[in-house]
T-cell receptor, first 111, second 111 residues
Framework: DAGVTQSPTHLIKTRGQQVTLRCSPKSGHDTVSWYQQALGQGPQFIFQYYEEEERQRGNFPDRFSGHQFPNYSSELNVNALLLGDSALYLC??????????FGDGTRLSIL | QKEVEQNSGPLSVPEGAIASLNCTYSDRGSQSFFWYRQYSGKSPELIMFIYSNGDKEDGRFTAQLNKASQYVSLLIRDSQPSDSATYLCAGCYTSYGKLTFGQGTILTVHP
């Protein structure tokens, strides 16, 4: 039973570029949440998708957007990348009131 | 004031000892609490979750919740070197929504 899978594992971009990160939830899960984790900090909530709609959003600018597909997989898009966007991006999936389980993350570096 | 605060680390305990990790939260609306373990360079792994006041035990781990004092703790009995990691405390309004994380406590268990 595959867990939460994210791709790519590492990514290097330059300022001003755009990036798309992908997440496939654990089998049986229908809710996907995205978090940003800077070095030495706890994860910060970006947004959560359920039934292909953004259900909840954290304090992130509109440069951060997402999508959920009918198969429950999800994408995180970030436009106009800034140096401060360098972080580990984590996807977590869940079902109903069960706890969220995290994927291995995508490490994004901005040059 | 941070919404979720963890006791400052790093915390160092000898092998076989009890490690005590503490967390306070400011939002009385928080209903659910989670402890995740994160090894260096890896993603958070769920250890325990607790919704009700009192203690919840799972193997060597005990989570404690006191909603009146807005306090959550994790006890690790018979600590092992493999328990050395960063421990993240998170709170949630519901059981399925946004997780608000503390900054993490680094635990080192030395032989």
């Amino acid at each position: 039973d595959a867990g939460v899978t994210q791709s790519p594992t590492h990514l290097i971009k330059t300022r001003g570029q755009q990036v798309t990160l992908r997440c496939s939830p654990k089998s049986g899960h229908d809710t996907v949440s995205w978090y940003q984790q800077a070095l030495g900090q706890g994860p910060q909530f970006i947004f959560q998708y359920y039934e292909e709609e953004e259900r909840q959003r954290g304090n992130f600018p509109d440069r951060f957007s997402g999508h959920q597909f009918p198969n429950y997989s999800s994408e995180l898009n970030v436009n106009a990348l800034l140096l401060g966007d360098s972080a580990l991006y984590l996807c977590a999936s869940s079902f109903g009131d069960q706890p969220q389980h995290f994927g291995d993350g995508t490490r994004l570096s901005i040059l | 004031q941070k919404e979720v605060e963890q006791n400052s680390g790093p915390l160092s305990v000898p092998e076989g000892a009890i490690a005590s990790l503490n967390c306070t939260y400011s939002d009385r609306g928080s209903q659910s609490f989670f402890w995740y373990r994160q090894y260096s360079g890896k993603s958070p792994e769920l250890i325990m979750f607790i919704y009700s006041n009192g203690d919840k035990e799972d193997g060597r781990f005990t989570a404690q919740l006191n909603k009146a004092s807005q306090y959550v703790s994790l006890l690790i009995r018979d600590s092992q070197p493999s328990d050395s990691a960063t421990y993240l405390c998170a709170g949630c309004y519901t059981s399925y929504g946004k997780l608000t994380f503390g900054q993490g406590t680094i635990l080192t268990v030395h032989p």
